[in-house]
């Protein structure tokens, strides 16, 4: 019986290596996300640090500032500024944080529709080879049937003749 080729191989091999080009694609751009909600995280603690160092230097300039001189208390001040500034520059990384993890989602997402695509198209044409091979299948045992019903038929008819 003859082997059976699907004209297609090549295009289905070239369909199912985009495939898994497209999941390592998929992974790489899950890992950029994770890089990135990892970073925002920090800012985000980093924010959260910077207001409890203002909130708690405000206390200690309200409490002390009876007691303490005057040089001390410009110190204080000095610092609070600076704490202040620090607390808008980090939201502002945060801010910027927050558009990168926003892109890596969209990324992510395209990534994974493209993935989910190239999984349909190399799944249609293995379906497709799959029918192709059991109508071969089928073709090839109907007609190794029908040569082994001639043979039957022919050996039946020699014996007949021959005896």
């Not at 500034?85 to 939201?91: E, G, H, K, V, Y």
């Amino acid at each position: 019986m003859p082997a059976f080729t699907f004209r297609l191989q090549t295009l289905l091999d070239q369909k199912l290596e985009i495939e898994a080009k497209a999941k390592l694609a998929v992974a790489e751009k899950q890992r950029v996300l994770h890089e990135q909600e990892a970073a925002l995280r920090s800012l985000e603690e980093n924010e959260k640090r910077i207001e409890r160092s203002i909130s708690r230097t405000r206390d200690e300039l309200l409490l002390d500032s009876v007691a303490n001189a005057v040089a001390d208390v410009q110190r204080r001040n000095e610092y609070l500024l600076a704490l202040q500034q620090d607390l808008r520059t980090a939201r502002e990384q945060t801010i910027v944080q927050k558009f990168a993890v926003e892109e890596a989602e969209m990324n992510l997402r395209d990534a994974q529709a493209y993935a989910i695509e190239c999984f349909r198209e190399a799944e249609k044409l293995s379906r497709y080879r799959e029918k192709l091979k059991k109508r071969f299948l089928a073709e090839a045992a109907k007609k190794e049937e029908l040569e082994q019903d001639e043979m039957g038929t022919t050996m039946h008819l020699t014996q007949r003749t021959g005896a």
